[in-house]
């Protein structure tokens, strides 16, 4: 298992262009995530998706949107980049929901976004 | 107030020290509490889950306190591969609240 891979690895954005972050998983996990994470700080929750067709707001959705079509794949949208959108992006999966279960979330490595 | 706190650190200490770390969180309605592991430039990884009655992993043992909202972890005999920054992570319904996390620096 290639467990969850993302792409790009890294990416430089002018203001107002757009651009799509992949995110795939081959564990046939139902629950996938993105997170943004800024220097010094913890992750926050952009979007979450509890299986294909259902996607859910986060802490900071704003600037964002989600699709998740299908099992494997869950892209995340920038449509006007903005600095404030400078970070590291992070997809997860889970197999199941974490409600009271003790469930680990198995992260992409990364893309890295310079909004410039 | 945050819903995770950490104290951001660093925390440097020496090959073979013991070291703890805290955490406390504002959800009373929180289920499930973790630690995450990262490492520079690296996606965060688990360390551990913390369950009520405390729990170990080699040299590794996580705490929660429920009725102080309050979750530690310590390490014994520090190595420098321990070198990382911890993530105190809350869980509860479908959402993971991340502490700011913890950064360790062991030297030799």
């Known amino acids: 298992n290639a467990g969850v891979t993302q792409t790009p690895k890294f990416r430089i954005l002018k203001i107002g262009q757009s651009m799509t972050l992949q995110c795939a998983q081959d564990m046939n996990h139902n629950y996938m995530y993105w997170y943004r994470q800024d220097p010094g700080m913890g992750l926050k929750l952009i979007y979450y998706?509890?299986?294909?067709?259902?996607?859910d707001k986060g802490e900071v959705p704003n600037g964002y949107n989600v699709s998740r079509s299908t099992t494997e794949d869950f892209p995340l949208r920038l449509e006007l980049a903005a600095p404030s959108q400078t970070s590291v992006y992070f997809c997860a999966s889970t197999p199941r929901g974490l409600a009271g279960f003790q469930e680990t979330q198995y992260f992409g490595p990364g893309t890295r976004l310079l909004v410039l | 107030r945050k819903e995770v706190e950490q104290d951001p650190g660093p925390f440097n200490v020496p090959e073979g020290a013991t070291v703890a770390f805290n955490c406390t969180y504002s959800n009373s309605a929180s289920q499930s509490f973790f630690w995450y592991r990262q490492d520079c430039r690296k996606e965060p990884k688990l360390l551990m889950s913390v369950y009520s009655s405390g729990n170990e992993d080699g040299r590794f043992t996580a705490q929660l306190n429920r009725a102080s909202q309050y979750i530690s972890l310590l390490i014994r005999d520090s190595k420098l591969s321990d070198s990382a920054t911890y993530l105190c992570?809350?869980?509860?319904?479908?959402?993971?609240?991340f502490g700011g996390g913890t950064r360790l620096m062991v030297k030799p």
């Open positions: 998706s509890v299986g294909a067709g259902i996607t």
């Open positions: 992570v809350v869980s509860a319904g479908n959402m993971l609240t």
